[in-house]
């Protein structure tokens, strides 16, 4: 086959103000044409791509909203370390089958990856069994100890594009002022998990109404907001470009927009369960689950959230990163304090944000800045990194990493159904609507929902 035809879906590409019925033409592994539909009651009609018709294998995507291949700055895929939660196949295959189409994944891995040895062996697992595109992040103390710099430039060789101690927070300021300085230098992303660890030690839980009802010591939102703020500071004194992880407060999201006001090259990232979960839903599962909704940084207040999903519409918030984190769940189906922290997201984060969208009302948050906010500004945040400016669009010429997405079925998310091998979230049984039908890696179909 020469070419692959996705017609008459609805193409949404925020990085060029497409939101229009159309066919999408891949060849070699790029995307090679896209055609707007002149009557886009009946989308096929007016369409035609050249071509010799037989050598082109054609998908009918009438109905579905054809998207940039989602791009994910904050994973875990446990790989070396721990294949019986996950492995780079299945954490890649979860991603594939969500809708990424490039994933980051995080240095807290056994061993840890400090080492151009660990980098390299990520990535040769990689190139071996990972379904979508995979860059690792390095970490910026040996062994997250928070004690000394890692081999930061063997990293760089090895092929990192990030580094972050995620997980930990780096205590350290000193150390954090180096590794920002190396970075800024070596154009290499810094990502921050913000969290003050003596504010927040032995306080695993929002401090608030679910916090005194469960009799757990809970952690104010200046744990997080202190570190933003001094991160922040770091970045400005050295120049380096700050991507701020899983950003939880209302305090954070204010910090994080005087800053851009100053011009600073920061970035900040939310959950889906952030932004759609509160601490008082901790109560509503049974004691034995409710260590599903553990995670670091906690589950805030309705005000935090309220201020996350305005962060969000209005770009301070720039983009949507899962956190996915597998866990066994005999660490996770616990009372609270017991759970170790994280949930995984790959496989459903895009039903899930589906439900942010809300073109009607006033509060006005689009499928189209939904899309912007999980491929396109991630895109644009990696590209300068990887030397790529077409990332996280649908622009002629761009690597064919494409999403393809029926917003019309109503189902129900179902842990058997997921690719990751760790089946860790509390938003099993939540109702949503639609779903990944097709993910193109390269032009290449790297996921493809069965039909029943
Ligand atoms: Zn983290």
Redesign the pocket.
């Known amino acids: 086959m020469s070419g692959i035809l996705l017609r008459g879906g609805q193409i949404v590409d925020p990085s060029q103000n497409i939101h229009r019925v159309g066919n999408l033409l891949i060849r070699e592994g790029k995307i090679a044409r896209i055609e707007i539909s002149p009557h886009p009651a009946s989308p096929s009609s007016g369409l035609s791509l050249g071509g010799d018709p037989s050598q082109i294998a054609v998908y009918d995507v009438s109905g579905s909203i054809i998207l940039p291949g989602l791009i994910d700055l ?1 994973t875990h895929l446990r790989d070396p370390g721990d294949p019986e939660k996950e492995t780079i196949a299945t954490g890649t295959a979860a991603a594939a089958a969500g809708g990424y189409t490039t994933i980051l994944c995080m240095a807290n891995t056994d061993p840890v990856n400090d080492s151009a040895k660990v980098t390299r062996t990520i990535l040769d697992r990689c190139n071996r069994s990972a379904k979508v595109k995979v860059h690792p992040v390095g970490a910026i103390t040996r062994g997250l100890a928070g004690k000394e710099l890692a081999d930061l430039d063997g990293m760089r060789e090895g092929g990192i594009v990030a580094i972050s101690d ?2 930990e927070t780096v205590a350290n300021a000193d150390l954090l002022y180096r590794a920002m300085k190396w970075a800024a230098s070596s154009h290499t992303l810094v990502i921050s ?1 913000c969290e003050d660890p003596d504010l927040s030690r032995n306080r695993p839980i929002h401090q608030g109404e679910s916090a005194l009802n469960l009799g757990i010591d809970g952690a104010s939102p200046l744990a997080e907001s202190l570190m933003v703020e001094r991160d922040i500071l770091l970045a400005e004194a050295t120049g380096a470009w700050l991507h701020l ?2 950003i939880s407060t209302a305090a954070a999201v204010n910090l994080i927009r005087r800053a851009k006001e100053r011009g600073l090259s920061i970035s900040a990232e939310a959950t889906p369960h952030h932004l759609l979960l509160k601490d008082e839903d901790i109560l509503t599962a049974a004691k034995e689950r409710q260590g599903l909704f553990r995670v ?1 940084p906690p589950l805030r207040s309705r005000f935090d959230v309220a201020a996350l999903k305005k962060g969000l519409r209005e770009g301070t918030i720039d983009m949507i990163a899962t ?1 996915h984190a597998p866990h066994l769940e005999q660490e996770k189906n616990l009372p609270f304090s017991s759970a170790k922290p994280g949930m995984i997201g790959l496989d459903i984060a895009l039903p899930l944000c589906y439900q942010l969208v809300d073109e009607q009302k006033n509060s006005n948050f689009t499928f189209s800045q939904l899309v912007e906010r999980m491929a396109a500004t991630p895109g644009k945040r990696l590209g300068p990194i990887l030397g790529q400016s077409s990332l996280g669009t649908l622009k002629v010429g761009a690597p064919a990493d494409i999403a393809v997405f029926d917003p019309r079925p109503e189902w129900v998310i179902d842990s058997n159904h997921f690719f990751s091998r760790s089946k860790n979230t509390p938003f099993v049984g939540r109702k949503v609507q639609g779903r990944i039908t097709m993910t193109f890696v390269d032009g290449k179909l790297a996921y493809q929902r069965m039909q029943k």
Do not use: C, K, L, V
């Open positions: 904050h995620d997980g998990h992880a899983h670091a956190d």
